[in-house]
């Protein structure tokens, strides 16, 4: 017996960063996005805890028990007294390192798939707990759909969406860390007056009536500074995406993945033809959203 788990990767329409804590995290307002590019995880039981992964970028993945998959086992395991004895099997197209949170859907899939493999019951704020444990993304990841994300990210309040969005995404030749995303963050306001973040209702406003463009003119990302300090050359591909006609172009989360709204399907795949072209990325896919979050395949 085994279970397939599949988990959509996620874009921030805005990201909104506060001043470092004492703990070392930042108090965020995150506006989260489900789209759909996937990474599924398949749990079969084992002799003991083992991660395989396959896809782009898979030799990036680490395999031991640092991998998010691994902890969701562990972390679920210990909470029913179990031995963690899977086989986790991630299948990626999440961009890797790419500020998608593929790690983290990662971790989510392979939580809802021991949930179900080893008929725990745990209940649906049990298993958001756990995310919170695992990382801010975490929880987002399990949910999908959209939805606001305060405290580190981890907190959530679902929001209305009125329509269907377009984005396209351009992956960079190499990742960015997040740790140092944020630690960059920290250098550039250095001795600022870091506002404390806020949702804004006009992007709020733009989601609930499925507006593309009041979309467009609304999204942020308070990370984007650090990630084209560390990664200058982001801002070709920001500017190509933007001569395309994207209606907006941001780096996706801490980065190094650039995501460009659109204002429908045929205005995407032009924005995406015309960066495939432009010699500013390694890949571009198209995908849309909100999609539902991590889904037990076959239920």
Avoid at 289 to 298: D, I, W
Wanted: include cysteine; aromatic fraction near 4%; hydrophobic fraction near 45%.
């Amino acid at each position: 017996m085994s279970v397939t788990v599949r988990v959509p990767a996620k874009v921030n329409v805005q990201l909104a960063v506060g001043a470092a804590r004492p703990d070392g995290f930042h108090d965020l307002a995150n506006v989260f996005l489900a789209v759909g590019l996937y990474d599924e995880v398949t749990v079969t039981p084992a002799d003991e805890l083992r991660v395989t992964c396959e896809g782009p970028d898979a030799g990036q993945v680490p395999l031991d028990r640092t991998n998010l998959a691994a902890r969701a086992a562990l972390i679920l395991a210990e909470r029913r007294g179990l031995e963690p004895a899977v086989h986790l099997h991630i299948a990626k197209d999440i961009p890797v390192a790419g500020g998608m949170a593929g790690g983290s859907a990662d971790g989510a899939g392979a939580l809802l798939a021991c949930d179900a493999l080893w008929g725990t019951g745990a209940s649906r704020d049990e298993l958001l707990d756990i995310c919170a444990e695992l990382g801010s993304d975490v929880p987002f990841s399990l949910v999908g759909g959209a939805a606001l994300g305060t405290g580190r990210g981890e907190k959530l309040r679902a929001l209305e969406v009125g329509g269907t969005f377009q984005w396209v995404f351009a992956m960079a030749e190499r990742g960015l860390s997040t740790p140092a995303v944020f630690r960059e963050f920290d250098r550039l306001t250095e001795g600022l007056d870091v506002p404390e973040p806020v949702a804004s209702e006009e992007l709020l406003d733009a989601l609930a009536t499925g507006d593309p463009d009041a979309l467009g003119s609304a999204v942020s990302n308070d990370l984007q500074s650090a990630a084209l300090s560390l990664f200058p050359e982001l801002a070709d591909t920001l500017a190509a995406g933007r001569a395309a006609g994207a209606l907006a172009a941001l780096v996706s989360g801490s980065g190094p993945t650039t995501a460009f709204l659109a204002r429908d399907a045929g205005a995407a795949e032009k924005v995406a033809e015309v960066l495939r072209t432009s010699g500013t990325c390694r890949s571009v896919r198209t995908a849309s959203g909100p999609v539902q979050g991590a889904t037990v395949l076959g239920d």
